[in-house]
Every structure is written in structure tokens, then in C-alpha cells.
């Protein structure tokens, strides 16, 4: 856990992400939200989020974009050069 970084309970991250507490709970128990257990409860630090919201890319985001425009660049090589002639 990054201890520099803003962390907010469960309890916060629903009112932010105007959800239930108990889906933050299922979403962090099933590893759809990044965070740390300690005790009974989670806590999520603020960029995962940021990244629930939309605001920031993650980089699991990142890496699917990387992934796609790698594979356009292979399937579509010969059409991509015609056009950058015209």
C-alpha cells in the first residue's frame, strides 16, 4: 500500500461512486476495485478511483489501447501506407 497516496473507505468510495456499500465490497473482494484489506474492511487508494470514474487511464487500460493499435497496425499495414500517400 502507498502510504503517500489518499486512501478512503468503503463507506466513501460509495457515496463518491454513488453505489452501495456493500457492491464496493463485493468489487474489492472480487478484484474488480484495487484494494487493501485490513481487518474487517478495505481501503482504496484514490487513483484506483480516479480510474473507476474515467478520469485517468490504468494500466490494464493502457496496455488493452497498446494491444489493439498494435493489431490494427498489423491487419491494416498495406492500407494505412496507401493512405498516408494520398
Do not use: C
Not at 456493500?22 to 484494494?35: H, M, S, Y
Request: without cysteine; glycine residues 6%.
Amino acid at each position: 500500500m502507498n502510504m503517500t497516496e489518499k486512501h478512503y473507505s468503503t463507506m466513501e468510495v460509495a457515496n463518491i461512486l454513488k453505489v452501495s456499500r456493500k457492491t464496493v465490497f463485493q468489487w474489492a473482494r472480487d478484484g474488480k476495485l484495487k484494494a487493501t484489506r485490513i481487518g474487517k474492511n478495505y481501503v482504496i487508494p484514490q487513483s484506483t478511483i480516479l480510474e473507476k470514474l474515467g478520469k485517468v487511464l490504468g494500466d490494464d487500460k493502457k496496455a488493452d489501447i497498446d494491444n489493439v493499435v498494435n493489431r490494427a497496425l498489423k491487419d491494416y499495414e498495406a492500407a494505412f501506407k496507401k493512405l498516408g500517400k494520398e
